[in-house]
């Protein structure tokens, strides 16, 4: 049920991660990717911060809208988590944002060294941070299938963006929870090294990049 698609023209990146009944969460994952990218296409004049909010309400709102026409994708929905680039203008200005919803990932791998940037969106991950519960609780049944904030579930969403300055090498790795709830974060770290050292990967004039 996930949906991932680029522009690297547009500098944005994303994957989606669907639930709902039938084929619900795929109809949803690839609505949400599609409205998305098509917001973030249409020229407007505005910051990246505005651009992926607007995003993101179109995403919701397609998603919302089709789920409320038929009964069988009633309640379907969709995480989100998305990178939107731009060219530097100034020294250490962010020219990286990140958007996302629910408790889909993003990763940064620095020195290969794997740091995850966004916070899930879920009861259980705020009940961690507070202290509530541990973290092997949070990952056990029934609680790791509390279905977290959704794009088009509601008829509104709150993203959360955030800036970041990017340094020369800087790998991000986009991810639903079906890879994260399937490998430790030290292997997923210890796989992207090992495909970025391939020999089709490095070159004297090779170097990876932001």
Do not use: K
């Not at 910051?47 to 309640?75: D, K, W």
């Not at 995480?79 to 020294?91: D, Q």
């Amino acid at each position: 049920q996930d949906s991932c698609d680029a522009r690297p023209a547009l500098g944005a990146y994303v994957v989606c991660d669907g639930m709902g009944g039938a084929a619900g969460g795929e109809v949803a994952s690839q609505l949400a990717v599609e409205a998305f990218l098509a917001s973030l296409a249409t020229p407007a004049a505005t910051t990246p911060c505005i651009r992926l909010e607007a995003a993101i309400r179109c995403a919701n709102q397609t998603v919302f809208r089709h789920s409320q026409r038929s009964r069988h994708l009633r309640g379907m929905g969709t995480t989100l988590v998305a990178l939107l680039f731009e060219e530097a203008r100034e020294p250490a200005r962010p020219t990286l944002w990140i958007a996302h919803v629910g408790d889909s990932r993003c990763y940064l791998l620095r020195a290969e060294t794997l740091h995850l940037l966004t916070q899930d969106h879920s009861l259980v991950e705020e009940q961690f941070r507070a202290g509530l519960i541990t973290r092997v609780q949070a990952s056990a049944p029934p609680l790791r299938h509390i279905i977290p904030p959704a794009i088009g579930s509601q008829c509104s969403v709150e993203p959360e963006i955030l800036p970041f300055v990017p340094q020369p090498g800087d790998i991000f790795l986009l991810a639903s929870d079906g890879l994260t709830r399937e490998l430790p974060e030290t292997e997923i770290a210890q796989l992207l090294c090992s495909a970025l050292s391939a020999p089709e990967n490095t070159s004297a004039n090779h170097r990876p990049s932001a």
